[in-house]
């Protein structure tokens, strides 16, 4: 450790003793990145930073909420009139949680496309993949806290799930509720987890920092970097880029919030919940639907919800379902279009997740459902044997289509590591 | 790549649209003074939707989440709330004899609900419960036009229809059926400030009323929002000139 870096006096004494400084002196000035990652590389910052505005908002408001069946949406309400404020702090949480989903999605699509899945960063895909399961938990549970209809109806529907369990299925339904149906135990423990499961994602997001640094970023043309000349420090060229990128992700979501705040909310959830009256559509919130139809398109209870959960467990094999040696699509001709046909797939189910399941839906939902796993578990590994890749550049420094150099280094692909 | 974002955007506004879809009723729409970007409550109406409020529909309906005190949003002063809560008689205690007894309403009491508890509010409406409107502009899917279509829509029903005892034809409740009898007439109310009296005039009164119940701070908000993205758009354009003035070398280099 060179504490000699440091001209401050007080910094080097500390930095001696305790190597913050140098820590972050080399993963943040140093840390080598590729110089040509493009804008889709800024969503992975701004889901950080979103996970930090919903802490902060969500313990603010923890401050005013009360977690029971009688005084929660009271609570609520009174946020949005008495507390200073109190108004802004929920509609940021609120439309944060959106906007959170919305960056996560695009960074995990932005994964899929370049390969970023692949070797040797699969424990960091992974790790990701951890992170969306216990932020769907966390939204879930979120969702519930005002107690409106959609929460109390959504949440019955989703725990319900459980008791698919063959034999002990009713047993952990009882339990998980803690009573015989979602009541105030419910929304206790609810709330409990709902505080306590963003801290588990913050470790989490550590985890996925650490993996990242061992390799850094990939890149757009999914080559590794070769040296000095095809990286920048990471500051001040990425932290400009990605304070340029939250300067305009933060105008889309002040947008939402101060022009549309309940426009990706439900109506219902203005309504008291209320035990004894069933809202005539339950639907989850919209990050929930692809999932959700999925969980529709299977005639079988256990089966629906082996479906929803395996949609998602799929992720975590996908760096051994997909061997190619190509990570980016750009040198992947088909691998481009079907990953395109994954795109609109998901939409679809997100779209007919909002419908009620009968008729033309459960129809397209379930081809949607079907051509979801066929894509990973069918389509993935074939392309692996029978997609000859573009050649690849040879390095991120030399221009990307170097003709014959290109064509004669990388006419074999798979050659990945010199 | 960009089609990605722009396919999330259509699926995230499709959602929500679709789910709360009621299918087989047209409501009427209306410009309201409250909607848009730079929408504005409008006091004289809020003022004239309390009246009618509190003439009209607060024999059956609660407002449990407005206090008197909150009036001040409608332009009257301290003393004309102390006024308007003081027509109110509302419980408190218990007193130093343990007993609860009546007193006049002040400003930081809540409307008084007219019924003791929901069960109470059945009885006496043939089962149905007529539901707190503190919310009601929020509670349901396009809910301003929604109530001003809902009050302005009670008509003959059409002949081949059966009415259950009780019911009442509204074209844009969803099914037709309401149980809340029709409530407006026309000159149900003489305004303070004179103003008209019809059907469709009271109902839009009513309407800006309950927009502001169910949301006192929307004005605030909007109001806030232009100068925050206002703020955003300009920090976006000079972080955007700061990242390509940091850029320049390694552009230039590139080419």
Partial sequence: ?418 | MKKLFLCLAALMMAGPALAAGGGDVVLKQKDWSFSGPFGSFDQAAMQRGLQAYVEVCSGCHSLDYVSFRNLADLGYNEAEIKAIAAQYEVEDGPNDDGDMFMRAALPADRFPAPYANQNAARAANNGAYPPDLSLIAKARANGPDYLYSLLTSYEEAPGDTEIPEGMYYNAAYSGHMIAMPQPLYGDDLTYADGAESSVEAISADLVAFLAWTAEPALEKRKRTGVAVVAFLLILSVMSFGAMRFIWADVKKSKV
Avoid at chain 1, 27 to 48: D, R, V
Avoid at chain 1, 64 to 73: C, I, L, N, P, R
Avoid at chain 1, 217 to 229: A, E, F, M
Wanted: hydrophobic share 50%; net charge neutral.
């Fill in chain 1, 1 to 418: 450790m060179s504490a000699s870096k440091f001209s401050n006096p007080v910094v080097r004494w500390i930095d001696h003793r305790l190597p913050i400084f140098s820590f972050l002196e080399h993963e943040a000035n140093e840390y080598p990145t590729p110089k040509n990652l493009n804008y889709f590389w800024n969503f992975g910052s701004l889901a950080g930073i979103s996970l930090v505005i919903m802490i902060v908002t969500g313990i603010t408001l923890a401050m005013s909420y009360t977690a029971h069946v009688d005084y929660a949406f009271e609570s609520v309400e009174r946020i949005m009139r008495d507390v200073n404020h109190g108004w802004l702090l929920r509609y940021i949480h609120m439309n944060g949680a959106s906007f959170f989903f919305i960056v996560v999605f695009v960074h995990i699509f932005r994964g899929l496309y370049y390969g970023s899945y692949k070797a040797p960063r699969e424990l960091l895909w992974m790790l990701g993949v951890v992170i969306l399961l216990l932020m769907m938990a966390t939204a879930f549970m979120g969702y519930v806290l005002p107690w409106g209809q959609m929460s109390f109806w959504g949440a019955t529907v989703i725990t319900n799930l459980f008791s698919a369990i063959p034999f002990v299925g009713e047993s952990i339904v009882t339990w998980l509720w803690g009573g015989f149906s979602v009541d105030n135990p419910t929304l206790n423990r609810f709330f409990a987890l709902h505080y306590l499961m963003p801290f588990l994602i913050v470790g989490v997001v550590i985890l996925h920092l650490v993996a990242l640094h061992r390799f850094g970023s990939n890149n757009p043309l999914g080559i590794d970097t070769r040296g000095p000349q095809d990286t920048l420090p990471f500051h001040p060229y990425y932290t400009i880029k990605d304070f340029f990128g939250l300067s305009v992700f933060l105008t889309f979501l002040a947008a939402a919030v101060f022009f549309f705040p309940n426009f990706l909310g439900h109506p219902d959830n203005y309504i008291p919940a209320n035990p004894m009256q069933t809202p005539a559509h339950i639907v989850p919130e919209w990050y929930f639907l692809p999932f959700y139809a999925i969980l529709r398109a299977v005639p079988d209870k256990l089966g629906g919800v082996l479906a929803m959960f395996g949609a998602i467990a799929i992720l975590f094999v996908l760096p051994w379902l997909d061997r190619s040696p190509v990570r980016s699509a750009r040198f992947r001709p088909m691998f481009k279009i079907f990953f395109w046909i994954l795109v609109i797939d998901c939409i679809v189910l997100g779209y007919v997740g909002a419908k009620p399941a009968e008729g033309m839906y459960l129809l397209v939902g379930r081809v949607a459902t079907v051509w979801y796993f066929i894509h990973f578990l069918a389509i993935l590994p074939l392309l692996s044997v029978i997609e000859t890749p573009r050649p690849l550049p040879q390095s991120i420094s030399t221009p990307v289509f170097g003709g014959g150099v290109g064509l004669a280094g990388a006419a074999a692909a798979p050659k990945e590591k010199v």
